[in-house]
């Protein structure tokens, strides 16, 4: 007893769960199973070994014999013995199949099945005790098999393609029985495997899924044939379904053929491929992917296949196409029961998410590409791969969470050779798959993160790879469309619309040629990218521009992975390039924009503390270099322009908050370039950078200059001279650091609107403006001062300088009458005199009757007027001056909102003229091309250019009306 219990212990310790169990199983076996103890510890499930090897050897005792003497035999005995208790009971009846572990079998497994029936090729069986013999045959394949894959002597795919090969042999030697019972003299029958069998990737157990095809020998009656056909595949499922003392082999499911279980067992293939033609469903097309001739006539089968092929590859033209497969996977998913969280087939990250990305992918491009082609799932994925549907990165991932996922299914199913797709949670099973797998140390533990690392991986790459937009857009693509052959992509050009076809057929080959990976992807994208840039304004600068943006950025490994994985950034960039030669012009020197394009939160307008801080960084990183510390900064604006430009032609911002984002910008711009310049001289003054004109207003454009003065005061101790040179060296700094030559639109400085305009200096001291505008201001100054605000620099000396200019821009009293004639006077000669020579007046949009500078004189006057008394009215922004004018009963309602209409149209028209043409301009183009392409901008519809012009004239009219009653008194 105390030896049984001194053994028990060491057992437990060498891993075995039940150790007295074992001890006892030990003592009643003898010496010859002790001796192998040492070799049984390293098996996936030691005491399930013994159980079985106990038996084993009860039944036959040369067995262990033939262990101790073959090191082979034995490691694959073990480890099937670890892992299968079905299989041990199948050794335990039939014994002399351990002899089948020792070395190679016959490659030809149909012949070995065939002979066990007592038939050969296409003859009826023989054998008195056919079923058990076809069982027993099988079993002792399957066998050698799981030993071969259980140590590692096969590969996941080699098992796979066996275990299917064996079972076409095993539906061939099916038929042989079932010809014993039916005499199929005037039929020819083939069995075509579909699911896992037919693609050669089948589990250990699993439903067996076919389709039979018949036709009747020649001079055969077509209805008697497809009787005997019916009868002869009824036998031929019962000989594999049936149960017997060998039990059975799988279930042979015919639910795919056509109208599924309510339809004929067996069709001619002309009633297939009728059926197909007319009435098959998306998922049947799916289903045929797999489709593959495994027993009977193969010579019919492989006719079936090949008629077939031709409608699953063209599947994917058909209505909805993509959306059918993406609803049925969430019918799939919806009918999962609770166990989802632990179904390895059809539950979220399961095999089936894998299987499904990879079927629609293979489905919509495959069309075109015969090389995806497959019907397995890891190869089809590796085609994808190569050919650059698929990111390397993603086809990786999916190909190792599929191979993980089914080594787990296989080891599941291996265990009591019944079909289950389920992950256990009893802790034993969960110990017997981790230390199957080669995990030792803490096989539940490992076993179970790495599951659920994989399923996580699968579920987000299955998410973005089956529900990518992209696909729905290939699959609607006419042939002649999606192959982009000269003669019908330049029909397909002029048709959509482009003016100089030969030239987009020219960048489509530069893009498309060789055999890279990027052309490949390329290839890919060009075909739906040249639909969604028909849809812009500009077809042909669309295309120009991708060349231009891929020609830079094509080796740059994200970009291309980009358009193709994120088809919202691909649909988006589509739109940009089309519409916007300045927004592409900023791409191509700003590539990491792109990236913005994903999402609408990529594009909201970052806050100006945000901004700061970012460029305040930038400089930091080039301490005491300051051209590369501008450089940086100059970087980060122009990313920024990107993102407002991209915004605005998307419609996710209005103008005023365009305006309000590009004067935050230029601030931000201002500041660092002002702490870099500072930096190189003594601090002997306080600096401030005063906005003014629409930077002032918040209402910049995207072609605005920096409207700015400069404004200094000497620290206590530091003569004024001194100070002065320091502070006209930092603004000069200021201004050679913004423009030096760069890839960025630059940020021009505009000092003119300081006092004495060119001819005064260009920075003063705070003293010397007071003095100033005390003795010489005049009307229009005090008016340009309206827009004065602190932009860069020293905030208080940015507070001094607007107090003090508020005594001028919003006089105590009121502005007396004799000021007002002189501002009206003003505003009337400049009306006269400004407009450039041959423009339109009713077209410019900054000086014509009702443009922006009528509605920004209304409210400057009124602002003059009255905000010494009212101070909801001092506001350097036009809109919020009409509003509080309004709120203060100085402006009717009516009249303000006429007045905010032309304001906001004509600045909208004057940011579009920049974003469409990449310059700058003040006027509607009298161009009926440039206009249409304005017109599209701002939303009307290709054949909205009149009415655009129409819509322009109507509002400044009316806004031109107010002006005359409010402004000038009429």
Not at 163 to 182: K, N, P, Q, T, Y
Not at 847 to 873: C, H, K, N
Request: aromatic share 6%; proline share 5%; glycine share 8%.
């Amino acid at each position: 007893m105390p030896r049984i219990e001194s053994t028990a212990a060491r057992l437990a310790r060498l891993g075995f769960a039940d150790g007295a169990r074992a001890a006892q199983l030990v003592r009643q076996a003898g010496a010859e199973v002790e001796e192998l103890m040492e070799f049984l510890v390293d098996v996936a499930d030691p005491d399930e070994a013994l159980v079985s090897l106990t038996r084993l050897a009860e039944r036959d005792p040369a067995v262990l014999d033939v262990l101790r003497r073959d090191e082979g035999l034995r490691t694959r005995l073990l480890a099937v013995l670890g892992v299968s208790a079905a299989l041990g009971d199948h050794l335990v009846r039939h014994p002399g199949q351990v002899a089948l572990l020792a070395g190679p079998l016959p490659a030809d497994a149909r012949a070995e099945l065939l002979k066990a029936v007592g038939a050969g090729p296409g003859e009826a069986a023989t054998a008195e005790r056919p079923l058990e013999a076809l069982r027993v045959a099988y079993r002792g394949r399957l066998l050698h098999l799981a030993a071969r894959d259980l140590t590692g002597e096969a590969t996941l795919a080699e098992v796979m393609a066996e275990l299917s090969d064996l079972a076409g042999a095993a539906l061939e030697a099916a038929l042989a029985i079932a010809r014993a019972e039916v005499d199929d003299g005037d039929v020819r029958l083939a069995v075509i495997g579909m699911g896992k069998c037919g693609a050669r990737e089948l589990n250990y157990i699993s439903d067996v899924d076919v389709i039979f095809v018949a036709e009747p020998r020649e001079g055969a009656d077509e209805t008697k044939a497809l009787r005997t056909a019916t009868r002869l595949a009824q036998a031929m499922m019962r000989a594999c379904s049936a149960t017997t003392s060998e039990g059975s082999l799988w279930e042979v499911d015919a639910g795919l053929r056509p109208e599924g279980r309510s339809g004929p067992l067996v069709r001619t293939l002309g009633s297939h491929l009728a059926y197909y033609r007319r009435w098959a469903k998306t998922w049947e097309f799916q289903a045929l992917l797999k489709a593959r001739p495994v027993a009977g006539d193969l010579e019919l089968g492989s006719a079936y296949v090949e008629a077939v092929n031709d409608l699953v590859w063209t599947a994917a033209k058909r209505e909805h196409f993509v959306e059918d497969v993406q609803a049925m996977r969430r019918r799939v998913e919806a009918h999962v029961r609770a166990e989802g969280d632990r179904q390895l087939k059809l539950g979220p990250g399961g095999l089936r998410d894998i299987e499904f990305a990879v079927q629609l992918l293979q489905l919509v491009h495959g069309r075109l590409d015969p090389l995806l082609r497959r019907r397995a799932t890891l190869p089809a994925l590796a085609a994808l791969s190569r050919g650059g549907y698929v990111g390397r990165d993603d086809s990786r991932g999916l190909a190792e969470a599929y191979s993980y996922l089914r080594q787990i299914e296989h080891l599941l199913q291996l265990h009591r050779l019944r079909r289950t797709h389920i992950v256990p949670s009893d802790e034993s099973d969960l110990r017997r798959l981790g230390r199957a797998l080669g995990m030792q140390t803490d096989p539940v533990g490992e076993f179970t993160a790495r599951w659920r690392r994989h399923a996580m991986e699968a579920r987000r790459l299955h998410e973005k790879l089956f529900y990518r937009p992209l696909l729905q857009a290939v699959s609607r693509l006419q042939e002649s469309e999606a192959r982009l052959s000269t003669t019908a992509a330049k029909a397909r050009l002029e048709a959509l619309g482009y003016v100089d076809p030969g030239g987009a057929l020219h960048h489509i080959a530069a893009l498309t040629a060789g055999v890279s990976r990027r052309a490949a992807i390329q290839r890919t994208l060009l075909p739906v990218m040249l639909g969604w840039f028909a849809d812009t304004p500009d077809p042909d600068a669309a295309l120009l521009g991708f060349r231009q943006v891929s020609d830079k950025l094509g080796s740059t490994p994200w970009y291309l992975r980009l358009l193709r994985d994120e088809t919202a950034v691909a649909s988006r960039m589509s739109r940009v390039l089309g519409t916007s030669r300045y927004a592409t012009g900023l791409i191509m020197n700003a590539p990491e924009a792109v990236a913005m394009l994903g999402s609408d939160a990529e594009l909201a307008v970052r806050s100006r503390e945000s901004l700061a801080g970012e460029a305040s960084a930038a400089v930091s990183r080039h301490q005491g270099d300051a051209e590369p510390a501008v450089a940086a900064v100059r970087a980060l604006r122009r990313k920024e322009l990107f993102r407002t430009a991209v915004a605005d032609i998307f419609g996710l911002v209005d103008i005023e908050a365009v305006g309000g984002a590009l004067s935050s910008l230029t601030d931000v711009t201002l500041q660092a370039t002002l702490d870099v310049a500072l930096a190189k001289v003594p601090r002997v003054t306080r600096f401030a950078v005063i906005a003014m004109g629409r930077l002032g207003g918040m209402e910049s454009s995207y072609a605005s200059d920096a409207d700015v003065m400069f404004v200094h005061s000497p620290l206590p101790g530091v003569g004024e001279r001194e100070a002065t040179d320091a502070a006209f060296a930092v603004a000069n700094e200021v201004r050679r650091l913004l423009s030096l030559p760069a890839p960025d639109p630059p940020l021009i400085i505009d000092p003119d609107l300081r006092p004495e305009g060119r001819q005064g200096p260009l920075v003063r001291t705070l003293a010397s403006y007071r003095a100033y505008y005390a003795r010489w201001s005049s009307p229009w100054e005090s008016q340009a001062l309206l827009r004065a605000r602190f932009s860069a620099g020293d905030a208080e000396l940015g507070r001094e300088f607007t107090a003090m200019v508020d005594e001028l821009r919003y006089p105590q009293g009121g502005l007396p009458d004799d000021a007002v004639r002189e501002i009206r006077r003003l505003k009337a000669r400049m009306e006269a005199e400004r407009l450039p020579r041959g423009a339109d007046p009713g077209l410019h949009t900054k000086l014509g009757p009702g443009g922006l500078s009528d509605v920004e004189w209304v409210a400057q006057l009124l602002q003059l007027r009255y905000a010494g008394t009212l101070g909801s009215l001092r506001t350097t922004r036009t809109l919020e001056a009409l509003r509080a004018a309004v709120t203060e009963g100085l402006l009717a309602p009516a009249d303000e909102a006429v007045l905010v209409e032309a304001w906001r149209f004509a600045s909208r028209i004057r940011d579009a003229i920049m974003l469409v043409k990449g310059r700058p301009g003040d006027s509607v183009p009298r161009d009926s091309g440039e206009r249409k392409l304005i017109a599209q901008t701002l939303g009307y519809p290709p054949d909205g250019s009149e009415d655009f012009l129409d819509d322009y004239r109507r509002v400044t009219r009316r806004a031109r009306q107010v002006m005359d009653r409010v402004f000038y008194g009429a």
